[in-house]
């Protein structure tokens, strides 16, 4: 058909279109069925309103945050040997990440363990004589004062052997803190320090830093109106959050609501909601802006319909139902809540009824179209 042709018939139809609505307007009662040739219908596309549970959900922003995060710090001084990780690496707790010159560590330790072993052969010898001057006190052969001297010697020695060996443990703890290791499980980001370098434990950037990321938590706000409803649901039980992608609506993980916050901001009238995911797939990732459903309640056997079909009109919303012969007829209906692309038809469209999702401006009340068949609306309840 040329180009001519389909503009007039484009124009014809509009024409109709117009004239048939003066009419109905004029005339102020409902639309009759408009006769259209069949292949002048305009195209629609066409979904049929579905029964099932639909969940009841509370949504917000979120930001995506670590169940715990940690700089990894050396506690003494010293050369930075090497780095027993690389950059990315996901690390248990324990696994070895840097490791610290040991050797002024081992010297200090071996020096206190001489120390130890010198006031040991001392404390040793003064117990012997303190023996040996106390049955020479029974017999008179030795005075009360020196026996008192002797026992102080002795209590002397063995408080220093004691400190002796708390200098060792100290020494010990020293030499351990060489080998620096991994304090949680998570992530390694990029190292902040090179081998070679000299460490100290007064430096303020650390080795790398470490993020746990399964589990993670995304913290979310939730105005304040819907505080009671999400309130309610953790009374019954654990609650479901479900993590979506802010661009296209994906779902990324599903989890459980873990608390709400214990003040509402003044200033914006919103609660802080925090939530706990596995993200076992690593789908969550820190600092990362989400969509955040928090499951209050289930509506049981609601009627629903694709937001697509939804309408406004100058009474409120209305959809185009199609009767006998795909005739469209606009519908008032009351509308619930309107999520994951599914709305909820509290009144106004009965399941089974089949409902226009595209094409709508196109249609004219009482217009035949051409039926595009839709995917079926998803149930996602439950």
Request: neutral net charge; aromatic residues 4%; glycine residues 8%.
């Amino acid at each position: 058909m040329g180009a001519g042709k389909a503009f007039t018939l484009g124009l014809g139809g509009l024409i109709v279109a117009l004239c048939v609505g003066s009419v109905i307007l004029l005339r102020g009662h409902s639309p009759t069925a408009i006769s259209v040739p069949d292949d002048h219908r305009p195209p629609a596309s066409v979904a049929v309103a579905a029964l099932g549970d639909i969940p009841i959900t509370a949504s917000g922003l979120g930001t995506v945050q670590p169940l715990n995060s940690v700089v990894v710090r050396t506690r003494v001084d010293g050369q930075l040997l090497r780095l027993a990780f690389t950059e990315g690496q996901l690390v248990r707790k324990g696994d070895l990440l840097a490791e610290i010159d040991p050797r002024p560590f081992q010297a200090s330790l071996s020096e206190a363990k001489g120390k130890l072993a010198q006031d040991q052969a001392s404390l040793d010898n003064a117990k012997a004589n303190l023996a040996r001057d106390t049955e020479l006190a029974a017999k008179q052969f030795v005075s009360q004062q020196a026996l008192d001297t002797q026992r102080s010697t002795v209590q002397q020695l063995q408080a220093l052997v004691s400190q002796d060996q708390a200098i060792i443990a100290n020494a010990e703890i020293q030499l351990s803190y060489t080998r620096i290791t991994s304090p949680i499980d998570g992530l390694t980001g990029i190292r902040l320090v090179d081998p070679g370098n000299i460490l100290h434990a007064t430096d303020t950037n650390g080795i790398v830093n470490i993020t746990q990321i399964q589990p993670i938590t995304v913290i979310s706000t939730l105005p304040e109106q819907q505080l009671a409803a999400v309130r309610e649901a953790l009374k019954a039980g654990p609650v479901r959050a479900i993590a979506l992608s802010r661009t296209d609506a994906m779902r990324l993980d599903e989890g459980t609501l873990s608390l709400v916050d214990n003040q509402i901001d003044p200033t914006s009238g919103t609660i802080r909601l925090k939530s706990v995911f596995p993200n076992k797939d690593s789908a969550l990732w820190p600092g990362q802006f989400v969509l955040l459903q928090v499951i209050t309640s289930t509506a049981n056997q609601a009627t629903y319909v694709p937001s697509s079909a939804l309408q406004r009109g100058p009474d409120g919303p209305f959809v185009y139902v199609l009767g006998s012969g795909d005739v469209a007829e606009p519908r008032p209906v009351k509308v619930g809540q309107i999520a994951d692309n599914r709305a909820i038809i509290e009144s106004g469209v009965s399941p089974g009824e089949k409902v226009v999702t595209s094409g709508q401006y196109r249609i004219a009340p009482g217009m035949a179209v051409s039926v595009t068949p839709s995917p079926a609306v998803a149930d996602k309840g439950g």
